[in-house]
């Protein structure tokens, strides 16, 4: 059979939509698109217009670009008619799409700058609101797309401009079909498929038509998920999971008062999710008001100019209480607030008049990032305030049983707090979707003996903070960035951060990196900001992320670190002020917060054509724990690691790097300067499985109870009484107290946590308790002080030698290795890896055709090897004999002569060129028939390059 020609799949299609409930038109050029809109914005507005009025429409409509004429479209135009009636006229619906007049025509022909003729166009009140180019099965859906990109230079913006009123584009080529938004900033990687709610794409045309082209649902795309993006000046459109998500959210609370929350994988567009969900929900009946919440440092410059552009003034970027209370109490539907104005204003009594009326209110709360600031306290207190609210929580690293924290409200996972997950878009969700780049990652450095023997310095009588903070190193490691800097950010094209241990060592690094710069080594513009707060005092500061197991920002006022540090952090600052001709200091919290601001928007706006590179770029940040989190700027493709992170924590860390811009930016970059090899496969391997466990599953109170009896008992047989501890005689009776005390401490914070607990249960009264940890406490702090004392220093002994010493790349390799891990797992762990490693496969483009194979190693071949290090051998053994298979199988189906047809594949996968026809008969027994060659010349073609993709792409490391 022969390709299906371009004008079938087009007249199909328009037979589709008529059945879907459009009016076929016939509008063949520029002149019947104006008379067509003229009688459908009569028909649409109940009104008769003259010519004249007419003619004011149209030049109402030609008026400004694409993005002022998305904004035109949603509003009215009126005029004066000669007797003195105002006319109002109306072009969309967006309160009830139904409403909305839908048409389809094809074939437009329109002249610009040269003819263009337009496959098929869907007309709404007569505009042209979705425009789809189609391309006949068998070519790539890429040129439909450069097609549209022609067509918006060429002659889009003739005749009124009427298609700059596009809102959607649409391209296919019958088996891929994809959507977009109309914008001059696109690539195509902007567009997406359409999927339905588990995240199954819809890629055939009939279906896509069927699913996303329904008036019903179209109409409610274009009023309710089409947005235009103040900052940029641009339109976005909602992906199918934000749009899922979205409703999923606008259904709760039409429908019930649980709360919920969203796991959309970092880097998939959270922020725009939650916006648009609040937008959606502050007008239903039942909502009194919608309160969007942000963590302070998330409030930059770009959210700001988004929720004003919405309503004016709507963000007040003080720190002053009152004004969010003016908004709570008055008629604002929509308010942004930080939670750390949240908590201030239930906190304090002097608010609770102008809020009391809306503790039994309907207050719909939509956390931004749910998992850094709701484990503290602030949470119970917003849901006690406010009785009858509704919660929502959106969050990329879901907290699980197995990397919850604990504190002193207990161990709590995310669904503890925030009721279901209302909607899931993982990380090889988003991979396989191509909505968020893969991560490159390089572990580069290790230790060398003086003899030339390499050690693992992760033992545990070495002092390992003394390796990592010593000054040869973090020089070698600066030196290591300026050498490689220009080959990771395409000669500066893209910049980085630089995740760092401690403040000490930022300031130790940038030091090092201002030196080097005025000895001419190199000249790179590089940055710092740390803020002032407990989260980043801690020497290591280390695994987790702001607010986890810490003080939390709105707990408490934030405060500034030693003098010296400040002092440091002003001439830093100094510098930037001369690098760029600004005036920011530490001197009070409002310029501090202007000079990250200025930080922030340097960085996000590098993606903006306006951009003054040379004058405006900021090529690294140095930073401890700021920007690792809910910072989006896509011209950052580059992480730098010196610090242990895990879990959550490492994801957020990483995806600074993985957002989507254009063809050249084809991976996220992460160099780590510590081994997080083991720390990046657990983290992987967790938030790519769907099937996590939520709940942390806690014993029964009775066995829990008879822990503490049985770690009592042996504390009594070590110290009979607190005051025994005083007679212990040695430094290993002292420990052995301590240990005895930490086993007998950790019964108790769990026993505390229960409702059951009372100290009348136990054979230990509290008293007492507490007089035995002050003596564990003072016993603790000598025997740390001792022991860090005695800790070996091998920096005479050891040289750090920078070179890269292992790459993964999240794809087919990396999944393989984490075979072996499989094979070594629990038998409780060993279902959720297993379907982590076959989500991972479904992730990556390049795997999808080998995913059935692999799984059948896995179920088959798997179990039956011993050893974990012939994993990959075996593995290699049976991808051959697959191979050898299928070759047979297609050679015997086709008649082809195995040995020819073998080689014919060896030279294409050599050379990649394509064979040629002739090329091909060669191996038949028979050559075909004139009528039939053809037909068989592309079929075995297309077996042979599904061969070649399936058993040969992808598969090397």
Same mark, same amino acid.
């Given at each position: 059979?022969?390709?299906?020609?371009?004008?079938?799949?087009?007249? *199909?299609?328009?037979?589709?939509?008529?059945?879907?409930?459009?009016?076929?038109?016939?509008?063949?050029?520029?002149?019947?698109?104006?008379?067509? +809109?003229?009688?459908?914005?009569?028909?649409?507005?109940?009104?008769?217009?003259?010519?004249?009025?007419?003619?004011?429409?149209?030049?109402?409509?030609?008026?400004g670009?694409?993005?002022?004429?998305?904004? $035109?479209?949603?509003?009215?135009?009126?005029?004066?008619?000669?007797?003195?009636?105002?006319?109002?006229?109306?072009?969309?619906?967006?309160?009830?799409?139904?409403?909305?007049?839908?048409?389809?025509?094809?074939?437009?022909?329109?002249?610009?700058?040269?003819?263009?003729?337009?496959?098929?166009?869907?007309?709404?009140?007569?505009?042209?609101?979705?425009?789809?180019?189609?391309?006949?099965?068998?070519?790539? @859906?890429?040129?439909?797309?450069?097609?549209?990109?022609?067509?918006?230079?060429?002659?889009?913006?003739?005749?009124?401009?009427?298609?700059?009123?596009?809102?959607?584009?649409?391209?296919? *080529?019958?088996?891929?079909?994809?959507?977009?938004?109309?914008?001059?900033?696109?690539?195509?990687?902007?567009?997406?498929?359409?999927?339905?709610?588990?995240?199954?794409?819809?890629?055939? +045309?009939?279906?896509?038509?069927?699913?996303?082209?329904?008036?019903?649902?179209?109409?409610?795309?274009?009023?309710?998920?089409?947005?235009?993006?103040?900052?940029? &000046?641009?339109?976005?459109?909602?992906?199918?999971?934000?749009?899922?998500?979205?409703e999923?959210?606008?259904?709760?609370?039409?429908?019930?008062?649980?709360?919920?929350?969203?796991?959309?994988?970092?880097?998939?567009?959270k922020?725009?999710?939650?916006?648009?969900?609040?937008?959606?929900?502050?007008?239903?009946p /039942?909502?009194?008001?919608?309160?969007?919440?942000?963590?302070?440092?998330?409030?930059?410059?770009?959210?700001?100019?988004?929720?004003?552009?919405?309503?004016?003034?709507?963000?007040?970027?003080?720190?002053?209480?009152?004004?969010?209370?003016?908004?709570?109490?008055?008629?604002?539907?929509?308010?942004?607030?930080?939670?750390?104005?949240?908590?201030?204003?239930?906190?304090?009594?002097?608010?609770?008049?102008?809020?009391?009326?809306?503790?039994?209110k309907?207050?719909?709360?939509?956390?931004?990032?749910?998992?850094?600031s709701?484990?503290?306290?602030?949470?119970?207190? @917003?849901?006690?305030?406010? &009785?009858?609210?509704?919660?929502?929580?959106?969050?990329?690293?879901?907290?699980?049983?197995?990397?919850?924290?604990?504190?002193?409200?207990?161990?709590?996972?995310?669904?503890?707090?925030?009721?279901?997950c209302?909607?899931?878009?993982?990380?090889?969700?988003?991979?396989?979707?191509?909505?968020?780049?893969?991560f490159?990652?390089?572990?580069?450095?290790?230790?060398?003996?003086?003899?030339?023997?390499?050690?693992?310095?992760? /033992?545990?009588?070495?002092d390992?903070?003394?390796?990592?903070?010593?000054?040869?190193?973090?020089?070698?490691?600066?030196?290591?960035?300026?050498?490689?800097?220009?080959?990771?950010?395409?000669?500066?094209?893209?910049?980085?951060?630089?995740? /760092?241990?401690?403040i000490?060592?930022?300031?130790?690094?940038?030091? +090092?990196?201002?030196?080097k710069?005025?000895?001419?080594?190199?000249?790179?513009?590089?940055?710092?900001?740390?803020?002032?707060?407990? *989260?980043e005092?801690?020497?290591?500061?280390?695994?987790?992320? !702001?607010?986890?197991?810490?003080?939390?920002?709105?707990?408490?006022?934030?405060?500034?670190?030693?003098?010296?540090?400040?002092? &440091?952090?002003?001439?830093?600052?100094?510098?930037?002020?001369?690098?760029?001709?600004?005036?920011?200091?530490?001197?009070?919290?409002?310029?501090?917060?202007?000079?990250?601001?200025?930080?922030?928007?340097?960085?996000?706006?590098?993606?903006k054509?306006?951009?003054?590179?040379?004058?405006?770029?900021l090529?690294?940040?140095?930073?401890?724990?700021?920007?690792?989190?809910?910072?989006?700027?896509?011209?950052?493709?580059?992480?730098?690691?010196?610090?242990?992170?895990?879990?959550?924590?490492?994801?957020?860390?990483?995806?600074?790097?993985?957002?989507?811009?254009?063809?050249?930016?084809?991976?996220?970059?992460?160099?780590?300067?510590?081994?997080?090899?083991?720390?990046?496969?657990?983290?992987?391997?967790?938030?790519?499985?769907?099937?996590?466990?939520?709940?942390? /599953?806690?014993?029964?109170?009775?066995?829990?109870?008879?822990?503490?009896?049985?770690?009592?008992?042996?504390?009594?047989?070590?110290? !009979?009484?607190?005051?025994?501890?005083?007679?212990?005689?040695?430094?290993?009776?002292?420990?052995?107290?301590?240990?005895?005390?930490?086993?007998?401490m950790?019964?108790? *914070?769990?026993?505390?946590?229960?409702?059951?607990?009372?100290?009348?249960?136990?054979?230990l009264?509290?008293?007492?308790?507490e007089?035995?940890?002050?003596?564990?406490?003072?016993?603790?702090?000598?025997?740390?002080?001792?022991?860090?004392?005695?800790? $070996?220093?091998?920096?005479?002994?050891?040289?750090?030698?920078?070179?890269?010493?292992?790459?993964?790349?999240?794809?087919?390799?990396?999944?393989?290795?984490?075979?072996?891990?499989?094979?070594?797992?629990?038998?409780?762990?060993?279902k959720?890896?297993?379907?982590?490693?076959?989500?991972?496969?479904?992730?990556?483009?390049?795997?999808?055709?080998?995913?059935?194979?692999?799984?059948?190693?896995?179920?088959?071949?798997?179990?039956?090897?011993?050893?974990?290090?012939?994993?990959?051998?075996?593995?290699?053994?049976?991808?051959?004999?697959?191979?050898?298979?299928?070759?047979?199988?297609?050679?015997?189906?086709?008649?082809?002569?195995?040995?020819?047809?073998?080689?014919?594949?060896?030279?294409?996968?050599?050379?990649?060129?394509?064979?040629?026809?002739?090329?091909?008969?060669?191996?038949?027994?028979?050559?075909?028939?004139?009528?039939?060659?053809?037909?068989?010349g592309?079929r075995?073609?297309?077996?042979?390059?599904?061969?070649?993709?399936?058993?040969?792409?992808?598969?090397?490391?």
């Open positions: 059979m022969s390709h299906q020609p371009e004008a079938i799949l087009e007249n *199909n299609l328009i037979h589709q939509l008529v059945g879907l409930g459009y009016d076929a038109v016939r509008v063949n050029d520029g002149e019947a698109l104006a008379t067509n +809109l003229r009688s459908q914005l009569e028909a649409f507005n109940n009104a008769n217009y003259t010519e004249k009025e007419f003619d004011a429409v149209l030049n109402h409509l030609a008026k670009n694409v993005f002022e004429k998305a904004k $035109t479209l949603r509003d009215r135009f009126s005029f004066t008619r000669q007797d003195g009636e105002v006319v109002y006229v109306r072009f969309y619906d967006s309160e009830n799409w139904k409403n909305n007049r839908f048409q389809v025509t094809n074939q437009v022909q329109q002249e610009g700058s040269y003819l263009n003729r337009y496959d098929v166009t869907l007309l709404v009140n007569g505009l042209p609101l979705v425009q789809i180019e189609l391309k006949r099965r068998g070519l790539e @859906i890429k040129e439909a797309f450069n097609q549209i990109n022609r067509y918006q230079k060429h002659s889009f913006w003739s005749n009124h401009g009427l298609f700059q009123y596009v809102q959607l584009f649409v391209i296919s *080529n019958g088996v891929d079909t994809k959507y977009l938004a109309n914008n001059k900033l696109q690539s195509v990687k902007q567009t997406f498929y359409w999927a339905d709610k588990n995240n199954k794409n819809i890629t055939e +045309l009939e279906d896509f038509a069927k699913a996303f082209l329904d008036p019903d649902h179209l109409g409610k795309m274009i009023a309710q998920y089409v947005v235009t993006n103040e900052a940029f &000046k641009t339109m976005m459109v909602l992906r199918p999971y934000q749009y899922f998500a979205a999923a959210i606008i259904n709760q609370v039409a429908t019930s008062n649980e709360n919920g929350y969203i796991w959309h994988t970092t880097g998939s567009g922020t725009l999710t939650s916006f648009k969900a609040s937008q959606i929900v502050m007008d239903l /039942v909502v009194q008001k919608v309160v969007f919440v942000v963590d302070r440092k998330d409030l930059d410059y770009q959210t700001m100019k988004e929720f004003n552009a919405f309503k004016k003034d709507s963000v007040d970027v003080t720190d002053n209480t009152r004004s969010l209370v003016k908004q709570l109490s008055d008629d604002s539907k929509l308010v942004l607030t930080t939670i750390q104005k949240l908590n201030n204003a239930i906190s304090k009594a002097r608010y609770e008049k102008s809020l009391g009326h809306l503790q039994d309907k207050v719909v709360f939509i956390f931004d990032e749910c998992h850094r709701q484990f503290g306290e602030t949470h119970k207190k @917003i849901t006690e305030y406010f &009785k009858a609210s509704q919660l929502f929580g959106f969050t990329g690293t879901p907290i699980f049983a197995d990397n919850a924290s604990k504190n002193d409200l207990g161990k709590r996972t995310t669904k503890d707090l925030f009721g279901n209302l909607h899931k878009y993982v990380i090889t969700d988003a991979i396989r979707d191509q909505n968020v780049l893969k490159g990652i390089e572990y580069v450095g290790r230790y060398k003996q003086k003899g030339n023997t390499f050690i693992d310095i992760e /033992v545990e009588d070495i390992k903070k003394e390796v990592f903070d010593d000054p040869k190193r973090l020089e070698k490691i600066v030196d290591y960035i300026i050498a490689y800097h220009g080959q990771k950010t395409f000669s500066k094209e893209y910049s980085a951060l630089f995740a /760092v241990s401690s000490d060592n930022v300031i130790r690094y940038y030091e +090092l990196f201002q030196k710069k005025e000895e001419g080594r190199h000249n790179l513009r590089v940055a710092t900001i740390f803020t002032y707060g407990a *989260n005092e801690d020497e290591e500061a280390q695994d987790y992320l !702001p607010g986890d197991e810490l003080p939390k920002a709105a707990e408490s006022e934030i405060k500034y670190l030693s003098g010296h540090t400040r002092d &440091k952090l002003d001439a830093f600052i100094g510098d930037y002020n001369k690098m760029y001709n600004t005036k920011f200091s530490t001197k009070d919290a409002q310029q501090f917060e202007n000079y990250f601001k200025d930080i922030s928007k340097r960085l996000k706006e590098r993606e054509t306006t951009f003054n590179d040379e004058k405006d770029r090529d690294i940040v140095l930073v401890v724990n700021m920007m690792l989190t809910g910072f989006d700027a896509k011209k950052v493709n580059t992480l730098y690691v010196d610090k242990n992170l895990r879990q959550h924590g490492l994801i957020q860390a990483f995806s600074r790097t993985n957002r989507i811009l254009g063809e050249q930016k084809s991976q996220g970059n992460i160099l780590c300067f510590r081994n997080l090899k083991k720390a990046t496969d657990d983290a992987i391997t967790l938030f790519s499985n769907k099937d996590a466990i939520e709940t942390v /599953v806690m014993p029964d109170y009775g066995v829990i109870a008879n822990k503490f009896d049985e770690a009592l008992k042996n504390l009594r047989d070590v110290v !009979p009484t607190y005051k025994s501890v005083d007679d212990l005689p040695s430094e290993e009776e002292q420990s052995q107290f301590v240990q005895a005390f930490r086993r007998l950790r019964s108790m *914070n769990v026993l505390q946590s229960y409702t059951d607990f009372d100290w009348d249960d136990l054979t009264d509290e008293q007492e308790y007089d035995y940890k002050s003596k564990y406490l003072d016993l603790y702090d000598r025997i740390k002080q001792d022991r860090a004392k005695q800790k $070996t220093s091998i920096l005479e002994d050891i040289d750090f030698e920078l070179e890269l010493i292992h790459r993964d790349e999240i794809n087919v390799a990396y999944i393989l290795k984490l075979l072996a891990k499989l094979k070594g797992a629990k038998t409780w762990e060993v959720a890896q297993k379907k982590a490693i076959i989500d991972l496969l479904g992730g990556d483009l390049m795997l999808r055709s080998k995913r059935e194979l692999i799984e059948k190693f896995i179920e088959e071949n798997l179990p039956q090897i011993n050893d974990v290090d012939d994993i990959e051998d075996e593995f290699e053994r049976y991808w051959q004999e697959q191979k050898v298979l299928a070759l047979s199988k297609l050679c015997e189906e086709e008649n082809l002569d195995k040995g020819q047809f073998n080689a014919l594949i060896e030279s294409y996968i050599y050379s990649g060129q394509e064979p040629i026809r002739d090329e091909v008969f060669k191996c038949l027994d028979n050559r075909p028939s004139i009528l039939k060659a053809r037909e068989i592309e075995i073609l297309d077996k042979m390059k599904e061969f070649v993709s399936v058993f040969v792409q992808g598969l090397s490391a």
